[in-house]
């Protein structure tokens, strides 16, 4: 039989297999994946795991991952940049990063940064920009804009002339548009990878 209080051991070797092949396995493979040898060790796990709110069966009988099986568990503890605290592994809450990097998920977009024109706002090419698409923007704001054509990320400046866009990297210079400037989006969020 399964053992309950290895769930959360087999929930990551499903979350892992899941990341490689964008699917959840099927009854047979997830025995073969977490080494269990009878079928009602496997159904045993799937339904505690139904219950937990982490898989749910299809209408055509496959396994789905649900929202909360995308969750990450969020340290009890901040995290100092500077001097270093006492250590604990105390985790407290789980947290999905698409709700919380994107609190409008079906206006939001994902922009691969290129370039390093934001670089001093801690903006580097090749991270993810998390953009919810809206076509009005603030002031310090860091959009995607339309400017004369082209899209550019940037942060969003006015003054007595009208708007125009802040690069972050002292090598560049303001852009003000020539022709139009219409917002796209705003940042919301950041993802990098670190290799």
């Given at each position: 039989?399964?053992?309950?209080?290895?769930?959360?051991?087999?929930?990551?070797?499903?979350?892992?297999?899941?990341?490689?092949?964008?699917?959840?396995?099927?009854?047979?493979?997830?025995?073969?994946?977490?080494?269990?040898?009878?079928?009602?060790?496997?159904?045993?796990?799937?339904?505690?795991?139904?219950?937990?709110?982490?898989?749910?069966?299809?209408?055509?009988?496959?396994?789905?991952?649900?929202?909360?099986?995308?969750e990450?568990?969020?340290?009890?503890?901040?995290?100092?940049?500077?001097?270093?605290?006492?250590?604990?592994?105390?985790?407290?809450?789980?947290?999905?990063?698409?709700?919380?990097?994107?609190?409008?998920?079906?206006?939001?977009?994902?922009?691969?940064?290129?370039?390093?024109?934001?670089?001093?706002?801690?903006?580097?090419?090749?991270?993810?920009?998390?953009v919810?698409?809206?076509?009005?923007?603030?002031?310090?704001?860091?959009?995607v804009?339309?400017?004369?054509?082209?899209?550019?990320?940037?942060?969003?400046?006015?003054?007595?002339?009208?708007?125009f866009?802040?690069?972050?990297?002292?090598?560049?210079?303001?852009?003000?548009p020539?022709?139009?400037?219409?917002?796209?989006?705003?940042?919301?969020g950041?993802?990098?990878?670190?290799?």
């Amino acid at each position: 039989m399964a053992n309950p209080n290895r769930d959360a051991e087999y929930l990551g070797k499903l979350q892992d297999y899941y990341a490689d092949y964008r699917n959840i396995p099927s009854y047979s493979a997830i025995g073969e994946l977490l080494g269990m040898a009878s079928k009602s060790a496997v159904s045993a796990l799937v339904k505690r795991l139904t219950l937990a709110g982490f898989i749910e069966v299809t209408p055509d009988k496959r396994l789905a991952p649900t929202k909360r099986f995308f969750e990450r568990e969020l340290a009890d503890f901040n995290l100092p940049a500077g001097l270093p605290a006492a250590a604990n592994d105390a985790m407290s809450e789980a947290i999905s990063l698409d709700e919380f990097l994107m609190p409008r998920p079906a206006s939001s977009i994902l922009v691969k940064i290129k370039g390093d024109s934001m670089m001093e706002a801690g903006i580097f090419d090749g991270d993810i920009a998390v953009v919810e698409k809206r076509h009005a923007a603030l002031v310090g704001d860091i959009v995607v804009a339309i400017v004369d054509n082209e899209y550019t990320l940037k942060e969003l400046g006015k003054d007595k002339t009208g708007y125009f866009l802040i690069p972050h990297n002292s090598d560049y210079s303001i852009i003000r548009p020539e022709a139009s400037l219409e917002i796209f989006g705003v940042m919301v969020g950041l993802v990098r990878k670190y290799r």
